[in-house]
C-alpha cells in the first residue's frame, strides 16, 4: 500500500490545483466549500477517491500521483456528474468509469503534450464530460436523479457583484454568491495577483461581450463567463510571469475567449451539451504554444505554489544573479580598458552590435614611445584567457600581425578561436597573435586557462581582444547579446552586467583555498555555542541535507532549511525555507562569498524580500512587483577581505583552513564554532 500521508496530499492538492495554487490549506478550504452544495461535494470525492484506487490497480508510479494535475481533471468530471445528477448506484457507477476514463486520458495527453511543453490544463474534463453528458440522453435510470440547482439557498446581490462571484463559483460548479464569496476570501488570503486577475479578466471580458451582443444585464449573466477568469489567471500569474506586459496579453487572451465561447456555446447548444472550460484551454494552449516557439521571455520557468513566489523568485534570481543566460568571464588577466562596447560608433553596428573590444593603457595611452610598432602596444602579446570552459570548435593562427596603420580587409577576423561553452552557446575570440594559440580544434579549455595571446591581425587598427558570443559555431555569426560573470571596477565587484565604454576593469583572480573552504559534504555536521552578550545560552547544529531535486540545504533542529550552492566563483545562499533563526540571519549576513584574491572588496546583493522583510511588506512589495519590478528590489551592500564579510546585518568570519564559518555575530548574539 502507497504511503498514505501522499494520497491524501495528492487528494487534497487536486482541489488547490483547480484555482492554480499548490497549498493545502487552500485544498481543505475549497473542499469544505464545496459542501454549500453536497451533491458536487461528494460526487467530487467520490472520483478522487475512484482515481486514487485505479491508480492502485495498476500500480501507477507514486511520483506520478503526487502531481495534482493527473487527478483534477477526474475531480472536475466527477462535480460535473454531482451538479446534474444526485448521487445514486447509477452515477456512482458512471463517475467510477469516468474518473478512471479522464485519469487515463490525461496521462496520456500530458506526454502527448509535454513533448512540445504545453500544459494539459482541463481538456482532459472538457472531452471526457462532453461524452459523459451526451451519453447521459440515453440513461433513462439518471433521470429520475436530476437536480434543480436553482432552488440552492443564497443571497442576494446587485448583479454587477453577484454576476462575478457566480462565475468565480462555477469553476467549482458552484454557481452562487456564498459559495463564490468564500473562494474568493480563500484566493485573497493566499494570492492577491489571482484576486486581481481575476476581477481583470471577468469584467474585461463581460464589458467586451456586451458589446458584441449589445446588453450589459445578459453579459452578466451569461453562465461561461468563468472561462475569462481562468484565462486571464492562467496568462498572467500562473504559465506567464505577473508583469504588466502579460497583464496585456492575457487581456487579448480573454478577449479572443469571447468570441470563442460563443462560438462554442451555438454548437453545442444543439445536443444540450455545456461549453465547460473549452474556451479557457483552446486559448491558454494556444497561446503557449505559439509563444513557446517564439521563445517569449516573459514564460514562468519555475511555477511555484503561488504567482507571487513565481514572480519572488524570478525577481530575486534575476536580481542576483541575471537574466542573460550568456555570462562570461574576463578573457584577460589583470586590468584592461573598455575600447568599443554593444552598439559602438565605430565596428559593432546592427548584427555584430554585440561584442566587446579592450585594450590595455598605461597613463592613459595603448602604447609606449609613439606606437609606430604592434610590439609597442601594452596589449600586444597579453595572455588571453578562455571565457568559458568548453570545447574549441575552430580556430586559426595562421595570419601575420598587422602593421600599426594598416588592416587586413579579406581576413576581417583575422586569427581567431571559437570555443562551445558547457551551457550551449559559443564565444569567438578575434585579432589574435599568429601562431600563439596554445589550443587546437577538439581540445577541452577550462575557464581561465591560456589558450593564445593578444595580437594585431584581421580587421584591427592596434592590438586588443575582441570577444563576442554567439548562437552558431561558425566564423562570422551574428552576435547574441552577453554580459560578464564578474569584474571588479573602482574596488567595486559587480555581477552579471557589462562595462561602459573606456572604463578601466580588472579581472577577477579567484581563490580557491576560499572554494574548497566552504564545498560542503552531504551529512557534514556544524556545531556552534550561541552567545547573547557574551553570555552562553545554547548549542545549535547545522547539518548538510539533499532534497529530492539534489539540491543542498543547511538544516537545523526545527527542521529550517537554508539552500547554498558553490560553482567554484563564488558560494552563495539561494533559498530560505523556515521561520526566523539563525540559519536566516546567516542567509541576511552572508549571502553569498565571492573567491576573490584580492585585498578587499565591496559589493551589492539583492535578497529576497522575505528574508529581509516583515511578512506583511514583502507580501504588499511582492504584489506591486507586478507593476513595476523595481518594488522588489533591496539593495544590500557587504564588504569582504577573504577572512570575514561584513554588513550591516553583521559579519561571518571563515576558518582560514579548514572548512567551515567560524564565527556567526549580528546585534548581541554571536555563534561560535566548535571546532
Same mark, same amino acid.
Given at each position: ?59 501507477? $508510479? ?173 496568462? &498572467? ?216 595571446? &593578444? ?27 552577453? &554580459? ?16 561602459? $565604454? ?74 530560505? $525555507?523556515? $521561520? ?18 584580492? &585585498? ?76
Amino acid at each position: 500500500m502507497r504511503n498514505i500521508k501522499t494520497l491524501l496530499h495528492s487528494f487534497i492538492k487536486s482541489y488547490s490545483s483547480l484555482l492554480f495554487l499548490n497549498n493545502v490549506w487552500v485544498g481543505l478550504a475549497l473542499l469544505m466549500i464545496g459542501f454549500t452544495n453536497p451533491s458536487v461535494a461528494i460526487s467530487g470525492i467520490f472520483a478522487v477517491v475512484f482515481t486514487i484506487a485505479f491508480a492502485e490497480l495498476i500500480e501507477f $508510479k507514486e511520483a506520478y500521483l503526487a502531481q495534482g494535475f493527473y487527478i483534477y481533471n477526474s475531480l472536475l468530471v466527477g462535480m460535473g456528474i454531482g451538479y446534474i445528477f444526485i448521487p445514486s448506484l447509477t452515477s456512482i457507477v458512471l463517475i467510477a468509469m469516468s474518473a478512471a476514463f479522464t485519469f487515463m486520458f490525461s496521462f496520456m495527453l500530458n506526454r502527448l503534450f509535454g513533448a512540445y511543453k504545453i500544459p494539459i490544463l482541463s481538456l482532459p474534463f472538457s472531452v471526457v464530460t462532453m461524452f459523459i453528458y451526451l451519453a447521459s440522453l440515453n440513461y433513462s435510470g439518471l433521470f429520475s436523479t436530476l437536480i434543480n440547482n436553482s432552488t440552492h439557498y443564497d443571497i442576494e446581490l446587485p448583479l454587477i457583484i453577484s454576476g462575478f462571484l457566480k462565475s468565480f463559483g462555477t469553476i467549482f460548479f458552484l454557481p452562487t454568491n456564498i459559495a463564490g464569496f468564500l473562494m474568493l476570501v480563500v484566493v485573497l488570503m493566499f494570492s492577491r495577483i489571482i484576486f486581481v486577475m481575476a476581477l481583470s479578466g471577468y469584467y474585461f471580458g463581460v464589458l467586451l461581450h456586451s458589446y458584441f451582443i449589445g446588453s450589459f444585464i445578459q453579459a452578466l449573466h451569461d453562465p461561461y463567463a468563468f472561462n475569462y477568469i481562468l484565462v486571464a489567471v492562467a496568462l &498572467c500569474g500562473v504559465f506567464l510571469l505577473p508583469t504588466i506586459k502579460n497583464f496585456f496579453l492575457s487581456l487579448i487572451g480573454v478577449a479572443i475567449s469571447v468570441f470563442l465561447t460563443d462560438a462554442i456555446a451555438m454548437l453545442f447548444n444543439y445536443y444540450a451539451i455545456p461549453v465547460f472550460t473549452l474556451p479557457f484551454n483552446i486559448t491558454v494552449i494556444v497561446f503557449i504554444f505559439i509563444l513557446s516557439i517564439t521563445y517569449y521571455k516573459g514564460f514562468n520557468l519555475e511555477i511555484k505554489a503561488t504567482p507571487e513566489y513565481s514572480l519572488s523568485n524570478y525577481l530575486s534570481r534575476v536580481f542576483r544573479f541575471g537574466s542573460n543566460p550568456m555570462q562570461i568571464a574576463l578573457p584577460f588577466s589583470g586590468e584592461w580598458s573598455v575600447y568599443q562596447g554593444f552598439d559602438d560608433e565605430w565596428t559593432h553596428k546592427g548584427e555584430y552590435r554585440y561584442a566587446y573590444d579592450f585594450v590595455k593603457k598605461k597613463d592613459g595611452k595603448t602604447h609606449k614611445n609613439d606606437g609606430l610598432y604592434a610590439q609597442d602596444y601594452y596589449a600586444f602579446g597579453e595572455s588571453v584567457l578562455a571565457p568559458v570552459s568548453g570545447y574549441v570548435v575552430d580556430a586559426r593562427h595562421d595570419l601575420v600581425d598587422n602593421i600599426i596603420g594598416e588592416v587586413d580587409r579579406i581576413n576581417n577576423w583575422g586569427n581567431y578561436i571559437i570555443i562551445k561553452s558547457d551551457e550551449g552557446f559559443f564565444v569567438e575570440i578575434s585579432h589574435l597573435m599568429q601562431y600563439s594559440l596554445s589550443v587546437k580544434v577538439g581540445d577541452y579549455v577550462q575557464r581561465n586557462s591560456v589558450i593564445a595571446k &593578444c595580437g594585431n591581425s584581421g580587421y584591427s587598427p592596434e592590438p586588443h581582444i575582441h570577444i563576442q558570443t554567439q548562437s552558431v559555431g561558425v566564423l562570422g555569426g551574428f552576435g547574441s547579446e552577453f &554580459c560578464f560573470s564578474e569584474y571588479i571596477q573602482n574596488g567595486e565587484l559587480l555581477f552579471h552586467t557589462i562595462p561602459q $565604454k573606456n572604463s578601466k576593469i580588472t579581472a577577477v583572480v579567484s581563490d580557491r583555498s576560499i572554494s574548497s573552504r566552504l564545498h560542503f559534504i552531504l551529512d557534514d555536521v556544524f556545531t556552534y555555542e550561541v552567545y547573547e552578550k557574551q553570555e552562553y545560552v545554547e548549542q545549535v547544529s547545522f547539518r548538510v541535507k539533499m532534497d529530492a531535486y539534489s539540491q543542498f540545504f543547511l538544516e537545523d533542529a526545527d527542521e529550517n532549511q537554508l539552500y547554498f550552492y558553490n560553482d567554484y566563483q563564488q558560494f552563495y545562499f539561494y533559498n530560505y $525555507k523556515g $521561520k526566523e533563526s539563525h540559519l536566516k540571519m546567516l542567509f541576511k549576513i552572508a549571502p553569498r562569498i565571492p573567491f576573490v584574491s584580492f &585585498c578587499k572588496v565591496n559589493f551589492t546583493d539583492y535578497l529576497p524580500l522575505y528574508v529581509v522583510k516583515t511578512k506583511v511588506e514583502a507580501m504588499a512589495r511582492e504584489f506591486l512587483s507586478m507593476f513595476n519590478p523595481n518594488f522588489y528590489k533591496e539593495a544590500c551592500r557587504y564588504t569582504f577581505d577573504g577572512k570575514k564579510i561584513s554588513s550591516k546585518y553583521g559579519e561571518v568570519h571563515l576558518e582560514p583552513t579548514n572548512k567551515a564559518l567560524t564565527l556567526i555575530s549580528y546585534n548581541t548574539t554571536q555563534l561560535r564554532r566548535k571546532l
